[in-house]
């Protein structure tokens, strides 16, 4: 089992930045992949972006340029860093981990951005 814990939601407002973290811990040996994915209200979730034990990252269209994944292996954390942050970028945010072959999941820390 891997537990997930997600923090560094909040209200900002548009342009301004949020960092998110996401630490994991329990059988976290073969983690291969951690992610971070969104959901809106009334949309279906999806991939912010992801990175892999050995740093290789990949985003959604909608972040590029503006959101930064990075992982501290010796901390078992993976961070999100959202600049400019846009009024449609609100959504729980959650945190992902593929070990093993199963899926893990955090509860998730909601970010609001006020036009």
């Known amino acids: 089992q891997v537990q997930l814990v997600e923090s560094g939601g909040g209200l900002v407002q548009a342009g301004e930045s949020l960092r998110l973290s996401c630490v994991a811990s329990?059988?976290?040996?073969?983690?291969?992949?951690m992610g971070w994915f969104r959901q809106a209200p009334g949309k279906q979730r999806e991939l912010v972006a992801r990175?892999?034990?050995?740093?290789?990252?990949n985003y959604a269209d909608s972040v590029k340029g503006r959101f930064t994944i990075s992982r501290d292996n010796a901390k078992n954390t993976v961070y999100l860093q959202m600049n400019m942050l846009r009024p449609e970028d609100t959504a729980v945010y959650s945190c992902?981990?593929?070990?093993?072959?199963?899926?893990?999941w955090g509860e998730g820390t909601r970010v609001t951005v006020s036009s």
């Open positions: 992902n981990a593929i070990n093993n072959g199963l899926i893990f």
């Open positions: 329990g059988n976290i040996s073969g983690i291969i992949y």
């Open positions: 990175i892999s034990k050995v740093g290789n990252s």
